[in-house]
């Protein structure tokens, strides 16, 4: 089994590490319970009513939808595992999807949770280079369905978008008032985008890699934004030439990337549906508001719960704290009938799509056997890097070979089917041929077939003019009868 070399020197080992998950779980736990405080203080028994009366049959399928939609990263990993070794199983993908929900919901930025989840693997019996394959590949197409979710979303629900109330931030004296919403949902998006659109230039124009490589970069260095541009540089370097490779490895198997893109489709639409069977739960739906029991009205909490992520995820803090539960208060007003409502579609929300799941999920990092818990100071986004420049070379020659006998493959086939399209075609002259032949013996066998009152049509004597008894040869005898091969 390949080693991952902890000790490289691109990456230096951070002291105090396992003590930094304890901080970011104490820091959301804190700023959480400030945000349900802040949001109950004005209507704590009207909130509390409303989920004493919810339809509990309800919450426990919103509790299943949350299950189905790890089930389903667990069979995207699965998957993905399955092209490199026929020995992986597929409890084995869901508990590598469960340890990377958990580091990447304490976190920032989500950026511990992949290479937590190939350090899993490699315990597994997948191999480093692969498992750091798996994740960039399932990076990809998970960015790319983000990416169309939300360009639905904002063009198809424009209107629901632009008439969302503007809101206020009030931090001590620092007051900002009517503040778009539509503002940080767009940049939310062009982030997204930006993320796959800038992977996808930068591998295939040389001209634009070079202007971000040297002059944007060098332009962020001297506005003192970027303090470091050379490690930069080779971090994005890095990024896109794995990207380069990844995206290779996906074209040569189409029926998989297609297969992985509707998995990832159906977990993200699990997820971003909560919020509307929370207002089915509580009962807060009437035709004064946006949400509805209806196929629009689901629609519309999946674009909502869209705007959501893409403002969240500006925020770089772990598991969003704090920040998601206050832009879920301002993107879904008016979604439910009551002010109340909201603040208990918020609560059920939370807790079945982020806290009973960082507790779940933890539960499982602790006690699953292959859970990487001695290589915990590692979880981050700098250690995932160093370990797609270590595994380049491999990772890049396999992707190579597949795309090379993905290609022959697909010219194989292609000859195969021309091979079978002249063989119809000549099969079809051939019945054509033969067809025509039985015609010409039905011709000749007409003319030739004897009638009553008349002798074979055989040559006479001139001197004799009496009509004798032929017998038959052997070539007078009916064509009915003679066999054509």
């Known amino acids: 089994m390949e080693e991952i070399k902890l000790g490289s020197p691109i990456h230096e080992k951070k002291k105090g590490g396992k003590h930094r998950y304890l901080i970011y779980l104490f820091l959301i736990i804190i700023v959480t319970t400030l945000a349900i405080f802040l949001s109950l203080k004005d209507n704590f028994a009207e909130t509390a009513l409303a989920l004493r009366t919810s339809d ?14 790890y089930f389903i990263d667990g069979l995207i990993i699965f998957v993905f595992a399955r092209l490199y070794t026929r020995r992986y199983k597929y ?29 899993t693997m490699r315990k597994q019996g997948v191999e480093p280079s692969n498992g750091a394959s798996i994740m960039v590949m399932a990076f990809i197409l998970y960015q790319i369905v983000l990416v169309i979710l939300g360009a639905v979303a904002v063009s198809i629900k424009w209107p629901l978008l632009s008439s969302m109330a503007n809101f206020n931030i009030e931090l001590g004296s620092l007051s900002i008032k009517e503040i778009p919403v539509i503002v940080f949902t767009i940049l939310g998006f062009v982030i997204n985008l930006s993320v796959i659109l800038l992977l996808v230039l930068m591998s295939y ?7 971000i490589m040297h002059y944007g970069i060098g332009l962020l260095s001297r506005l003192k934004i970027v303090k470091n541009p050379d490690h930069l540089r080779e971090s994005l370097r890095i990024q896109v030439e794995n990207f380069k490779i990844e995206l290779r490895r996906l074209q040569s198997n189409i029926p998989v990337t297609i297969l992985i893109m509707f998995l990832f489709t159906l977990s993200i639409v699990s997820k971003y549906s909560i919020p509307w069977l929370a207002g089915i739960a509580l009962n807060a739906y009437n035709d004064t508001v946006t949400g509805a029991l209806s196929f629009t009205g689901f629609w ?15 925020i770089p803090l772990p598991g969003s704290a704090g920040v998601s539960e206050y832009f879920f208060l301002i993107i879904f007003n008016g979604f439910y009938d009551t002010y109340a409502n909201t603040i208990a579609a918020q609560i059920i929300w939370r807790t079945a799509t982020f806290h009973l799941v960082i507790l779940f999920a933890g539960l499982v990092t602790a006690f699953y056997r292959s859970s990487p818990k001695e290589h915990l100071e590692r979880a981050d986004r700098q250690t995932f890097i160093d370990l797609q420049l270590q595994t380049y070379e491999e990772r890049k020659r396999s992707a190579d070979t597949l795309y090379e006998t993905a290609r022959l493959s697909r010219k194989e086939v292609q000859n195969k089917l021309r091979s079978l399209s002249k063989m119809l075609t000549s099969g079809k002259k051939s019945d054509e041929i033969e067809e025509a032949l039985g015609e010409e013996v039905m011709l000749r066998t007409e003319k030739q077939k004897p009638t009553k009152n ?5 040559k006479k004597k001139p001197t004799s003019k009496k ?19």
Do not use: R
């Open 56 to 69: 509990w049959k309800i919450l426990l399928l919103i509790i299943g939808m949350v299950i189905s939609s």
């Open 91 to 119: 409890h084995q993908g869901l508990a590598t999807s469960m340890v990377g929900a958990f580091f990447s919901a304490v976190t920032p930025s989500a950026s511990g949770g992949q290479i937590m989840q190939v350090y």
């Open 205 to 211: 124009s040389h001209k634009f890699h070079n202007l």
């Open 300 to 314: 519309d909490g999946v674009f909502l719960s869209s705007y959501h992520q893409m403002i969240t995820g500006l």
């Open 454 to 458: 008349k002798a074979s049509p055989t």
């Open 467 to 485: 009509k004798k008894p032929l017998t038959k040869k052997k070539s007078d005898e009916p064509w009915d009868s003679i066999e054509i091969k």
